[in-house]
């Protein structure tokens, strides 16, 4: 693509720079906007004034966050190999093997309504290597830990559908957006292709608003691909400069976008046409 082809979101700005490679914004329960920083350790909190603020340092490599319905934060951390807990501004282990082995790296996270965890484990190997990966399933109470899905090529992004009945992830090195069906308990019951995207289109975070449609991130391509529920493109947002990676709806009227951009070192903001969803 080239810059004859750029096609800039509503009031597209910065939001902050220099944070070493954001990821994993989530919309907080007080309306604030949290991320991470695998390099510095760091978890961020973006206020409503668009003021970055540090909450806490995992001593690890966070890279995804999700809050459970009791406003608790969560964090998929790469470098203990763990899903944390934070409380009271300290880290504690909710997770960190399945079947007497440890986890690969956790990478992103999301509740189901019956409050148990997914979240996605990568295998990270070099390309070539489509790093075959499992999702995994924890119960909130016990942190049972048991295998969701398996036999995906890098599992990445991770989010619950607006009707609870369907998880969508993102399978970066199958270039594609998968969905599965689930049942009330969090059991999968179906799974099926919404979209693949053309090399190297590389899918990472995404986003639903609130008719249910998607953003997903193509950091491969330096776009953003809004998808209806079938998989159906809608546009594609596309800056040369940018590498979008993860993404996150907020705002006072949470048609903000948030979008972290990655290797850029570069948190965006644009108006979506669309508000997102009310956190579960």
Not at 67 to 79: H, Q
């Amino acid at each position: 693509m080239s810059k004859n082809l750029e096609n800039k979101p509503k009031k597209f700005r910065i939001i902050t720079e220099g944070i070493i490679n954001p990821e994993g914004p989530v919309l907080g329960p007080d309306g604030n906007i949290y991320f991470v920083s695998a390099e510095e350790s760091n978890i961020y909190m973006i206020d409503n004034q668009n003021k970055v603020s540090s909450i806490g340092k995992t001593n690890g490599r966070p890279n995804g966050l999700a809050f459970n319905s009791n406003g608790e934060l969560f964090i998929a951390d790469a470098g203990h190999k763990a899903i944390l807990k934070m409380r009271n501004g300290k880290f504690d282990v909710f997770v960190d093997e399945y079947d007497g082995s440890r986890l690969g790296g956790p990478n992103d996270l999301c509740f189901l309504p019956n409050g148990n965890l997914l979240f996605t484990d990568p295998v990270r190997k070099p390309l070539p290597d489509p790093s075959i990966s499992p999702i995994y399933s924890a119960e909130q109470v016990s942190g049972k830990v048991k295998v969701f899905a398996n036999d995906l090529a890098y599992p990445n992004g991770i989010e619950l559908s607006n009707d609870k009945k369907n998880v969508f992830v993102s399978e970066s090195r199958a270039n594609r957006l998968v969905s599965f069906l689930i049942d009330e308990e969090g059991n999968l019951l179906d799974q099926k292709l919404i979209r693949r995207f053309r090399d190297p289109g590389h899918p990472d975070g995404l986003a639903i608003d609130s008719n249910g449609d998607i953003l997903q991130t193509l950091p491969g391509i330096r776009s953003i691909c809004y998808l209806d529920q079938k998989g159906k493109m809608k546009n594609l947002y596309h800056i040369p400069d940018w590498s979008p990676s993860n993404i996150a709806f907020g705002g006072k009227n949470l048609d903000q976008v948030f979008v972290c951009g990655g290797s850029k070192n570069v948190i965006y903001s644009f108006i979506h046409e669309v508000p997102g969803r009310k956190i579960l």
